[in-house]
């Protein structure tokens, strides 16, 4: 079982950067491939960017594509998402999530992903 917590949400101005941390609990974490997702209100719960167990493959929805990274530090059992060039649009609340398969690919939707966060909000003011 692998419990998942997410911190670093907040409130920025469009153009900021905030980056999101999310810790694991759990003896293999490099066996994980990470996810980050986030659903804003009244919207479906969406991709936003994924890691493989390893961190050797990174993916991302089009719509952060160029703004924003993920990482992760298997030492410290941590995934991060840095978010770069922030737009109203981004803001919603962001899981983090985690499946029993190193692999990411292909990994775009909710149900792929085993383990999840309890969400941390980020809201960027324009």
């Known amino acids: 079982q692998v419990q998942l917590v997410e911190s670093g949400g907040g409130l920025v101005q469009a153009g900021g950067s905030l980056r999101l941390s999310c810790a694991a609990s759990g003896r293999t974490f490099d066996k994980n491939a990470m996810g980050w997702f986030r659903q804003a209100p009244g919207k479906e719960r969406e991709f936003v960017s994924a890691?493989?167990?390893?961190?050797?493959?990174?993916y991302y929805a089009d719509s952060v594509k160029g703004r924003f990274a993920i990482s992760r530090d298997n030492a410290k059992n941590t995934v991060y998402l840095q978010m770069n060039s922030l737009k109203p649009e981004d803001t919603a609340v962001y899981y983090c999530?985690?499946?029993?398969?190193?692999?990411?690919?292909?990994?775009?939707?909710?149900?792929?992903?085993?383990?999840w966060g309890q969400g941390t909000q980020v809201t960027v003011s324009s």
């Open positions: 999530a985690g499946r029993d398969y190193a692999s990411a690919a292909n990994a775009r939707t909710w149900s792929d992903y085993r383990y």
């Open positions: 890691i493989t167990g390893s961190g050797s493959a990174t």
